[in-house]
């Protein structure tokens, strides 16, 4: 039995949703911030959004790599207290 929201109608195609998709990697090492980025990709809308939360200073120069090979681009780099906040956008062509 499939469960649905009532007035929502799965039509097939991924909506890309003006909410950043947050993941939340902080308190993990190298490479766990990167995969957990990398499966949220996988599932998400092209175009759409994601923001990494991670404590390892190593996803600084991982994510870009990563999100270079997938298409995508770095939109953000923000530090906050002790972690950092990574925005970026899936590409239309990623591999996810």
């Not at 007035?7 to 490479?31: K, L």
């Not at 949220?40 to 175009?47: D, M, S």
């Not at 790599?65 to 770095?74: A, M, P, S």
């Not at 953000?76 to 591999?95: C, H, M, N, Q, Y």
Request: with cysteine.
């Amino acid at each position: 039995m499939r469960h649905t929201l009532p007035g929502f109608v799965p039509c097939g195609e991924p909506v890309v949703s003006p909410v950043p998709i947050i993941v939340d990697a902080r308190g993990h090492r190298c490479p766990v911030p990167s995969l957990r980025l990398r499966k949220a990709l996988e599932i998400a809308a092209p175009g759409a959004r994601l923001v990494l939360l991670a404590t390892d200073p190593m996803a600084r120069i991982d994510v870009p790599h990563l999100i270079e090979e997938l298409g995508g681009r770095v939109i953000e780099v923000r530090e906050e207290a002790g972690w950092l906040a990574i925005t970026v956008e899936r590409g239309a062509d990623s591999e996810g």
